[in-house]
């Protein structure tokens, strides 16, 4: 039996535009994710989150999922263009009444919510009027969004996270160009990222100085990460591992906890990579009470030699390769999800470790963590997802023993609650473990949610192989 920690957290995940719907309801307006998945070819079978999962109108429903987990928080992201349709100006108050009662429903049934202020849904009129994140004044209108939700929220919620993974933001949304907005750069990757981090520095100081004294709550930033694993044990892919984890990681985390990026890329970007001024360092400094982690995969790096290129702003670089130059494979042996991605738990213990010695062990919560499978419901309308029991199986021990090799990690949140829209690739990949009749909107738990909700009763579980 593997038992975990008597007051570890355990969780589930979403996004508000992977799973609520009503887009044009409620007086909502788009976000850039409502107009990239509009342009046909973007998406596949060019789905979008229209009506998602609907969850806006069967929020109720879905809190009871939750309850028959047993689930003790849930991490969910308002919509900000909900909450400020135009991103700037009035405050809609049909937003504020969705966000307030589904914390109020989570509260009824003793389920701590867990609010992500932005998951890549940035009103549309931002982007359109003001150029999004290349905009260092996005730092003020994204401090000012934030305080809207901690002044109508702050009083039940106690959790907050800014941002979620802006590497996807930089990197998929500025370089690969697969996410909304679906640019094509070298340099505004790393512009994208530092008005990132200046908006959630300056979130967490309205957040400290505003709220926290008397609403106690805790604030911090997720930032995903997957393992490099050196190829061979030559030092040059070993130095190219480690280059590609700060690179990925270290590019966010660095300067949160060291007030400044990697010195492997300031080296290697010189004037491409902005510059932090003293103040903002120290608002930096220190700025997240916890370190989020998302988690998924692991790929073997290898450096580069001089002669070997690849194309730049593809997806699967890990990054801008002529400014990483790191070569990334898979091990053939590894098995993978139906995204591709192999499935290597002791690369998630190897990170959760990297993580404790580079930042003086910090409290760590993962997020997410989570694979897609092609689940179908069988005759009996069951959904045997015993692959995604292995998975949860393999990760979740490989937490265990981080966990006993030292790593402060406090809590663990699976991706996703239910199947949704799974961004580029629509509704063709399932994450939850709850299964969507994307016809009847009727949600199935499958068979790794009864699994998941032992898990949870008994506070650990028992290694089936
Ligand atoms: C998360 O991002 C998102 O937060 C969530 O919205 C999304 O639904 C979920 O994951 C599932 O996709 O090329 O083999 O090294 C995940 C970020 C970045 C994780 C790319 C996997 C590639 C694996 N992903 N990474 S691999």
């Not at 789905?47 to 987990?69: Q, S, T």
Request: aromatic fraction near 14%; glycine fraction near 8%; charge should be negative.
């Amino acid at each position: 039996m593997i038992q975990f920690p008597k007051d570890f957290i355990w969780g589930s995940a979403t996004s508000s535009y992977q799973i609520e719907g009503a887009a044009m309801e409620g007086g909502r307006a788009w976000s850039i994710w409502d107009a990239h998945a509009h342009i046909p070819g973007r998406t596949a079978n060019n789905d979008h989150g229209d009506v998602a999962c609907d969850h806006y109108h069967r929020y109720k429903e879905d809190v009871k999922l939750m309850a028959d987990l047993g689930l003790k928080a849930y991490r969910f992201s308002i919509s900000w263009s909900r909450i400020q349709p135009d991103g700037q100006g009035a405050v809609n108050p049909e937003g504020i009444q969705f966000y307030s009662n589904l914390i109020d429903e989570l509260l009824s049934y003793g389920i701590t919510p867990w609010i992500t202020l932005y998951h890549w849904d940035l009103p549309l009129a931002l982007h359109t009027e003001k150029d999004g994140w290349l905009n260092p004044e996005i730092a003020d209108y994204f401090a000012k969004y934030a305080d809207i939700c901690f002044t109508h929220f702050g009083d039940r919620v106690h959790h907050w996270i800014t941002h979620n993974e802006p590497w996807v933001v930089a990197i998929l949304g500025y370089s690969a160009g697969v996410f909304a907005p679906g640019r094509k750069s070298e340099d505004e990757p790393y512009i994208v990222a530092h008005n990132i981090l200046r908006s959630h520095a300056k979130a967490v100081q309205r957040y400290r100085e505003k709220y926290q004294p008397a609403q106690e709550g805790t604030i911090g930033i997720t930032n995903n990460c997957d393992w490099r694993e050196p190829l061979s044990d030559k030092p040059e892919d070993i130095d190219a591992a480690q280059r590609a984890l700060e690179f990925f990681l270290g590019w966010f985390t660095d300067p949160i906890y060291f007030g400044d990026y990697p010195a492997v890329m300031r080296e290697r970007l010189g004037d491409r990579l902005p510059q932090f001024s003293e103040e903002e360092k120290k608002l930096l400094i220190g700025s997240s009470d916890f370190f989020g982690l998302n988690h998924y995969s692991t790929l073997l790096a290898a450096d580069a030699p001089s002669g070997v290129e690849v194309e730049n702003n593809v997806y699967g670089n890990g990054g801008i390769f002529a400014d990483q130059r790191v070569l990334l494979t898979a091990d053939p042996e590894w098995k993978t999800t139906a995204m591709r991605w192999p499935i290597v738990p002791l690369g998630c213990q190897k990170l959760l470790e990297w993580i404790r010695d580079r930042y003086d062990n910090p409290p760590i919560y993962i997020t997410e963590n989570g694979c897609a499978f092609d689940d179908a419901k069988d005759e009996n309308g069951e959904v045997r997802d015993t692959d995604r029991i292995h998975f949860l199986e393999g990760y979740i021990d490989a937490c265990h023993q981080a966990i006993e090799n030292g790593v402060a990690l406090k809590g663990y949140f699976v991706w996703s609650l239910m199947d949704n829209f799974e961004w580029a690739q629509g509704y063709s990949k399932r994450f939850g473990i709850h299964y969507v009749d994307y016809e009847s909107l009727e949600r199935t738990p499958k068979h790794s949610a009864h699994w998941y909700r032992k898990l949870i009763e008994n506070n650990g579980f028992k290694l089936s192989q």
